[in-house]
């Protein structure tokens, strides 16, 4: 069973940067694409970022290329997403999701919140 623990959330005045982390347990984690959602208050969850197993190919929302960046250390099962220059509109909970191609299932974190002061 996989579960996905995110951390590095908290408050930041608007223009600050946060990484946020999320470890996988339970599985393999290089089998596992992993990415970055966020929802905000009284709208659907968003896709924010994703990054393939090996690291090698990234997507990013509009809404934040040049200033997210995905990341993952495979030896140590975690995905990072460093958010600079952060803007009030980013605030959300970040929730981690991990997807394993070959079963097609998708897993998900607890969500860590985010909140940009202006």
């Known amino acids: 069973q996989v579960q996905l623990v995110e951390s590095g959330g908290g408050l930041v005045q608007a223009g600050g940067s946060l990484r946020l982390s999320c470890v996988l347990s339970?599985?393999?984690?290089?089998?596992?694409?992993m990415g970055w959602f966020r929802q905000a208050p009284g709208k659907e969850r968003e896709f924010v970022a994703t990054i393939s197993r090996h690291g090698i190919t990234t997507n990013y929302a509009d809404s934040v290329k040049g200033r997210f960046t995905i990341s993952r250390d495979n030896a140590k099962n975690t995905v990072y997403l460093q958010m600079n220059s952060l803007k009030p509109e980013d605030t959300a909970v970040y929730y981690c999701?991990?997807?394993?191609?070959?079963?097609?299932?998708?897993?998900w974190g607890q969500g860590t919140q985010v909140t940009v002061s202006s």
């Open positions: 339970g599985r393999t984690f290089s089998s596992y694409s």
């Open positions: 999701n991990a997807h394993e191609g070959s079963s097609g299932t998708t897993d």
